[in-house]
């Protein structure tokens, strides 16, 4: 963006008086300035949707189709615009940048969502694990599941009548170490989440993914580094996914598990997590509730007293993993830091984009 702003500043300031004046045949220099408006409207709307108030699906859709045209009118400006780019190595570059995006277009568009649709899964169950929120269990159609490590998520298209076609990205909460299915933990938190229940097992699923370096296996692979996993809410997804892959591995590290819900009613998957619990030798797990008056264990937010008091038996060369709220985010890695946690250790998953 700075450079695209500073270059017609430097191209043109010596001709200002000329462009000022406005006439047809500068037309491609005036596209350059509604590039230029473009290109500025997709950043801010993109950096500032939840401010400006832009349901995601609708700023989506724009956003793409601006791109894309930007693109279509970028090509018409540059060759335009001068004569420099019209022969010699400076239009072997402009075409081959042109030929690229055609490709990566073609790729995005064509290719791999034909791929993605060959390898389907089938919704294989959906259960209700808690306040809000479902587990869903896809099957692929194919026999095994791609390759992730724990804490990556991926981007689900459903094909079921209950739902709009939507691609959302949700973490896989299961574990490599169980390869015949890929687990969902969803809670609603919109629209379309809300729907979550009403799948249907046997409704279809593309599934693009995994991304992502959430994971202790992209942090600290090969080592028995320590690990301090903070969740809020539903952020407790990624870190189920890395404690069912240690218990499913016997990993016998230390790990701390802070997690803050409102209520007790809003702990998900509570069973499973007593059970892993008793598994794992090394895992301590902390319930911090914010809203429940009668509960005797640690209460209120994850400020710094708290994390100080919670994570006193921690070695500060710990590996550690914060997910949640972006506000209990902010806090919490601005605490960690105050404690003495070097940012370099201080990993991060941002659910709302
Ligand atoms: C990397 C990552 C992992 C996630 N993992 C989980 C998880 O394990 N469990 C869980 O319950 N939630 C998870 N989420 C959040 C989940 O994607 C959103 O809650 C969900 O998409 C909201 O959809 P909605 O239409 O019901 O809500 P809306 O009210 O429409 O949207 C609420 C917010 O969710 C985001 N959002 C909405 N639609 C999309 C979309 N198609 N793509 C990306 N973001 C969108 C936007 O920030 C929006 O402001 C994850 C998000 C990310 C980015």
Not at 3 to 25: N, Q, T, Y
Not at 302 to 307: F, P, S
């Given at each position: 963006m700075v450079?695209?702003?500073?270059?017609?500043?430097?191209?043109?300031?010596?001709?200002?008086?000329?462009?000022?004046?406005?006439?047809?045949?500068i037309w491609p220099a005036l596209l350059g300035t509604v590039l230029l408006i473009g290109l500025w409207s997709g950043v801010c709307t993109g950096l500032w949707r939840g401010f400006l108030n832009l349901p995601y699906q609708i700023?989506?859709?724009?956003?793409?189709?601006?791109?894309?045209?930007?693109?279509?009118?970028?090509?018409?400006?540059?060759?335009?615009?001068?004569?420099?780019?019209k022969r010699g190595w400076p239009l072997y570059a402009l075409l081959t940048a042109l030929a690229l995006y055609v490709a990566l277009?073609?790729?995005v568009k064509g290719i791999k969502p034909r791929r993605l649709k060959s390898r389907g899964y089938t919704v294989a169950k959906v259960t209700g694990v808690g306040k809000d929120t479902h587990a869903v269990e896809l099957s692929p159609r194919d026999g095994s599941v791609f390759r992730y490590a724990p804490g990556q998520f991926a981007f689900v298209t459903?094909?079921?009548?209950?739902?709009?076609r939507e691609r959302h990205p949700w973490t896989i909460a299961s574990t490599p170490t169980k390869p015949d299915s890929l687990i969902f933990t969803i809670k609603s938190s919109g629209d379309f989440t809300a729907l979550i229940g009403e799948l249907e097992p046997g409704d279809t699923a593309t599934i693009d993914g995994p991304y992502g370096l959430f994971s202790y296996l992209a942090h600290v692979p090969n080592s028995t580094r320590e690990l301090i996993m903070i969740a809020g809410g539903v952020g407790i997804t990624p870190m189920l996914s890395m404690l069912r892959y240690m218990s499913d591995r016997g990993d016998t590290r230390k790990?701390?598990?802070?997690?803050?819900?409102?209520?007790?009613?809003?702990?998900?998957?509570?069973?499973?997590?007593?059970s892993?619990?008793?598994?794992?030798e090394g895992l301590t797990v902390h319930h911090v509730l914010t809203r429940q008056k009668d509960y005797t264990g640690p209460s209120g937010r994850?400020?710094?007293?708290?994390?100080s008091d919670l994570l006193s038996a921690c070695s500060q060369e710990a590996c550690v993993f914060v997910c949640g709220p972006p506000p209990m985010m902010d806090t919490v890695c601005k605490a960690l830091k105050q404690i003495g946690f070097s940012s370099r250790r201080i990993h991060t998953e941002r659910f709302s984009i």
């Open positions: 450079l695209a702003s500073l270059h017609p500043l430097l191209v043109f300031a010596p001709k200002a008086r000329e462009i000022a004046a406005f006439r047809l045949e700023w989506y859709r724009f956003h793409r189709l601006g791109m894309f045209s930007l693109v279509v009118l970028y090509a018409l400006h540059v060759m335009n615009v001068t004569d420099d780019l277009f073609i790729w459903f094909q079921s009548k209950a739902l709009p790990v701390t598990l802070v997690w803050s819900n409102k209520t007790e009613a809003d702990i998900l998957h509570r069973d499973e997590l007593e892993i619990e008793g598994k794992l994850l400020d710094k007293n708290m994390l």
